[in-house]
């Protein structure tokens, strides 16, 4: 099923730590940057725009859209942690000191992104259950 490959493509892009120990001793949330991450979300929400018009109303197009639901939780997480290697000068500006809270609350998203990819490979695999009766797109 194409749209099953297309979450893969996502999934092959992501790491899926199977516990809190791996996550915290490697600590990288994806094998590609943000910029490219972001790129191919937006060819996999194209394809699965025209797809998922052709999978009729069930468990295994809930799984579906779920899953890219959470690759795109997933981005929005990390695009509030994410920190360019090259910045440019127009682009600085003063920024208040941060609060103790305010570090803390960043030092928990890259947690909250790794768990979206993993709520993302549950739901892909959950689809692949389901796929059974299904047989359009």
Known sequence: MRAIAALKRLETNVIVYRSLGQFEADGRLARVTLQTFETELAKVNNELGSLLAEIPAGKFRTEIINAFDSYRDGVFWWRQIDQPR?????????????SPADTTYLSTIPYTVAI???QAQ?????????LGPVRLA
């Open 122 to 130: 549950k739901y892909l695999k959950q689809g692949e259950k389901n």
């Open 116 to 118: 979206h990819w993993r």
């Open 86 to 98: 090259v910045v440019h000068v127009s682009a600085l500006t003063s920024e208040p000191n941060r």
